[in-house]
């Protein structure tokens, strides 16, 4: 492998924990707003972490969009590391 392919790999393997991370937040986001829209439930104060989650997420991917090697331990934050609002 040349260290172009590994170059690739590594950030290959970030964008896969960013992409998962994504999809587990957005999951969630559509289940409240669906709950909210189609059955008149409420959105309360506990679930609003989500908006925290998804900015992180964010900010997250824009760092690894400016680095110029993968990092060797995962960018993207997990589901308990969210910041507070």
């Known amino acids: 492998m040349s260290p172009g392919d590994a170059v690739a790999k590594a950030f290959d393997a970030q964008l896969t ?11 969630e986001m559509k289940s409240v707003l669906g709950g909210a829209i189609f059955s008149g439930a409420r959105i309360d104060f506990g679930q609003w ?14 760092a690894l969009s400016r680095m110029a090697t993968a990092p060797g331990r995962l ?11």
């Open 75 to 85: 960018i993207c934050r997990a589901r308990h590391d969210a910041r507070p609002l």
């Open 17 to 27: 924990a960013c992409q998962s991370a994504r999809d587990e937040v957005a999951a």
């Open 49 to 62: 972490h989500l908006i925290r989650r998804g900015q992180d997420l964010i900010e997250d991917m824009h």
